[in-house]
């Protein structure tokens, strides 16, 4: 099977896993994770903040030469993969990555859906609508959106509705597409896990799932099982941060994720560096420690 061939399946194959995972005909409980017919879980790098002044071909140079296989390219960074670009830039930054081995994984947007205002909702969920388009035209799996907070002066289950009918509607544009949306466990009061769950459970939708953010919200009594297990069954996207700090139980959770067949990625989102080549091989070589 050529390379070309074998993006395809892949592609295919995840979509329709990922659909049947959290379709009608399977409680979210009982849900299994789609798969990208790895074995175990690989690296994966987000460009906010350690990239964000690398354009695409210095990214894809640095992934390759310290084993980072996928990234996540956050908006606004000089990367410059914005919705704006035109069809030939965007058949350009796929054959870029096409030629590469590194995988163009997902676009970093700043969608978010929880403001009072409802134009501002609007306006953001027409936003997330040309991320996915994007994401479809450059080959990308997904887009992370995000809430960034619960309005005080709102019904905290109003705004948790409004959360998950805007990603119901963005859901249908990303199943038509091909693609995902992976909301960040993300905002102050909003990255609460149980709020997280109601926002799934609002959205109900197979193209709507979790990127799990690695916050100190997670731990329970310095536990993170509780809220991964409460999470898992939408979990389709995995940032990660400082894994050498002990008080984030980084071994229990990357423990977690093996057993529960998570082999798609973890994405480092780290701050930038005067020397980024060593501190991602660093990285990398910790990261497999904690992961074995």
Known sequence: ?????????????????????????????????????????????????LAKDWDVPTLIRNCELTGFEAVELRTTHKHGVEPGISAEQRAEVKKQFAGSRVRLLSLGSV??????????????????????????????????????????????????????????????????????????????????????????????HPSVGICWNSNPEDLVNGSVKPSFEMLRPWLRNTHINEIWKPEYPWRELFGLMTAAGYNRYMLAEIPETSDPIRLMRYYRGLWLALHS
Request: aromatic share 4%; charged share 20%; hydrophobic share 35%.
């Open 1 to 49: 099977m050529n390379e070309k061939t074998r993006r395809n399946f892949l592609q295919t194959a995840l979509t329709a896993t990922g659909a049947m995972a959290l379709s009608g005909r399977g409680s979210a409980t009982t849900a299994t994770l789609p798969s990208l017919a790895a074995p175990t879980a690989r690296l994966g790098l987000v460009t906010y903040n």
């Open 111 to 204: 969608a978010e859906f929880h403001a009072p205002d409802q134009s501002v909702v609007r306006q953001n969920i027409e936003d997330c609508k040309r991320f996915l388009q994007l994401a479809h035209d450059i080959g990308a799996l997904g887009v992370k959106v995000r809430p960034n907070g619960i309005p005080k002066e709102v019904p905290e289950e109003k705004t948790l509705a409004q959360i998950g009918q805007s990603l119901r509607e963005c859901g249908q544009t990303a199943q038509n597409l091909g693609v995902e949306i992976w909301v960040e466990v993300h905002g102050r009061d909003s990255a609460h896990p149980p709020r997280m769950r109601r926002m799934m459970e609002n959205a109900n």
